[in-house]
C-alpha cells in the first residue's frame, strides 16, 4: 500500500512550481465516503505564499457538490503517460461509475484532507476551500493548499497541457532564464 | 505600419485556445496617453463562451493604476522566440522605462481598447474589466474578451509555460486525443 510516506513532501510557497505552467490537472473528492475525480483545465495560481489556487468547477460536475459540502479536495498534476487517462475521466461522470475502479487509479490517503490523492500523478495537492464569493457567478472556487507531495521517483515530468479541443501539448525543452531574474516582484 | 487588418480576427468563443494551455502573458495598457506591459504567469480560463479570463495585477505592477482606472488591457501570447524579452519585460518597471520602445515592441492599434496589441505576439485579445469584486483581497482581475486577433503568419506557435523559479517549458510534442473527447460539458 502507498501512503504519503513514499511521497516527498513540496514545500507550500513551491506550490506554484507545479501549477503556474499551466497543467491539466486532475480534481478529487471524497464525499459520503465516496471518492471521485474529474478533469480541468481552468485553474491558475492567485498566490505564492500562502498559496492560492483558483479553479472551476460548476453544477454539471458531479464533483461539485463534494467540493461545496466538504469544502475539500485534492489538486493531482498528471504527466504525459497519464494522457488517454486524463481525457476518460473528463468524459465520465462520477454518478455513473467508479472512476478511481474503472481507470485504476491508486488512491492515497492525504494528511490532512478527506480526498485521495492519485499515486499515478507527479504531484499532488491537498487543499480547503478557501473563498467561494465568485461560485455563484462564475463557478471559480479559490483553494488553499494545505500539504503537497511529489513522487521523488519522477524528477523529470513532463506535464501535459490542454489546448482546448481535445489536443495537448507536452512539456518540451527547458529554458533557463534565471540570469535575468533580478526583480522577483514584478513576475506575479 | 501594422494594423489589425494584417492580423487574424480570432473567434471570441474559441479564445480558451489560447489561454486553456497555460502560456505565460503579456498585459498591455495604456493610461493617459502612455502604453505599457507587464509579463504575467498567473492566468486562467474562467468561462468559455462569452469568454472571461482571470489573472492577477497587483499594486507592486506599475500596470495596476492604468488596469484600475481605464477597465482595458491587451492579453498577449508571446512564442519561445520571445523568451528573453519577455522575462525583461517582467524584471523592469513602465515607472522607469518606455518598454514597448526600450524592447522594441511594435504597438498596434486594436478594434475595441486603447491598450496596444503587440505585433510580434503570435495572439493578442483585446480585453475590458469585468468583475473587480477579487481585486482588493486576491488582486484577481476578471476580464472579458472582446475582440482576439491572431498572426496568419504563424500556423504552429510554440507557447513559454513558467515554471515558477525563472526556467520555462517550450511546447513540445501535440497529442491528439479528439476521438477520445465525446461529452465536452464535463471538460471545463
Redesign the interface.
Known sequence: MITVNDLRAHPLD?V??LI????VILISTEHRGVPNV??????????HAPP?I?????P??HSYTALVETGECVISVPT?EL??TV??I????GADIDKFERFALTAVHGEVVRAPLIAECFANIECRVA?T??VG????F?LQPVAAWTDPSRPTP??????????????????????????W????
Chains 1, 2 share one sequence.
Not at 137 to 140: E, R, T, V
Not at 167 to 176: A, C, K
Not at 185 to 188: G, T, W
Open positions: 513551491q506554484h512550481r503556474e505552467p499551466g497543467p474529474m478533469t480541468n483545465g481552468f485553474n491558475m495560481m492567485v498566490r492560492v483558483a479553479c472551476t468547477v460548476g454539471w460536475d504525459s494522457a488517454a481525457v476518460d473528463g468524459n465520465c461522470s473563498d464569493s465568485l457567478s462564475h463557478h471559480l479559490l513532463q506535464m501535459l497541457h490542454h489546448r482546448g479541443d481535445g489536443t495537448f501539448t507536452v512539456d518540451g525543452p527547458v529554458l533557463d532564464l534565471q540570469e535575468r531574474m533580478t526583480k516582484q514584478y513576475l506575479l
